[in-house]
């Protein structure tokens, strides 16, 4: 089982060598990312001379975050601006991994199809689970290696230009959650759904359009805490993650469930 899904994932990496485009958004996610935290919080200050921590409503938000998070409490003002600022930013981190899946996998499903690759590997011996898993993982992993290599940038050029202090305040538990969890998890959610959607539709944009609805409440969260409205504590992470593992874990049921080999044959000749 174990050789049949990495020669099947062996092959996913060599169409995606071959179709550069197919990896571009999540490259294009990234490096956005990676730039307007640091236009926000450093380049805009220093040519304007205002500072961030005189806005209200930043000031109003991190009053309410420093009961969740201790750390901003010992931290000047502009650094606890900072600080609280860079952590919401690193939210649009987890934007990455789910733009980069779902662009692969709707690649692998839809652009199979349209190629007429798809029908030869629904004739092999290989079951329906050991397809799903294969181009699951194919998708996954680089969207995720690009997210890596993003997260390690963003906190390198954080100690660079941030406040003292600020880089030791955004690494905690609830950075980890965030990234070794919602992030991930998130991902895989939108990549099986996208999968699911795949084997019923023959156009890779309304496969990738799933991707929207878990984008929206990822872009709400982040806009939510910096307006101070709320803040996602380290027990509400928790239970995100937990509830984007069981969701992920029935979605991969469904899509099992809607990949009918016969049906897609059939209706794909």
Known sequence: MRARIAALMGKEFAEFRA???????VIIVVLVTLTIPFIVLV?????????????????????????????????????A????????????FLLAPIVG??????????????????????????????????????????????????VVAYLLLMSIFAEPGVLGAVLGMRTAI???????????VALQATIAVSSRVNDARSAQQIAVLIVLPL?????????????????ILAGVALVLAILWLLLLLLSVALFDRETILTRWR
């Open 81 to 92: 601006a900072e600080a609280f600022l860079f952590q919401q930013f690193l939210l649009l």
């Open 19 to 25: 179709s550069p485009s197919a990896i571009l958004p």
């Open 101 to 150: 899946a779902v662009s692969l996998a709707a690649y692998s499903v839809v652009g199979e199809k349209q190629g007429r690759t798809l029908e030869p590997l629904l004739t092999t011996p290989m079951t329906t689970a050991e397809i799903l898993i294969a181009k699951v993982l194919a998708s996954f992993a680089p969207a995720l290696a690009v997210e890596v290599i993003g």
């Open 178 to 188: 965030l990234l070794g969890l919602i992030g991930p998890l998130g991902a895989l």
């Open 43 to 79: 380049a805009i200050p220093a040519m304007t001379g205002e500072n961030i921590a005189d806005d209200a409503a930043i000031g109003k938000a991190i009053e309410l975050a420093v009961k969740y998070m201790p750390a901003l409490g010992g931290l000047s003002r502009e650094a």
């Open 219 to 235: 872009v709400a969260m982040v806009v939510g805490q910096v307006a101070g409205a709320f803040i996602l504590t380290t027990v």
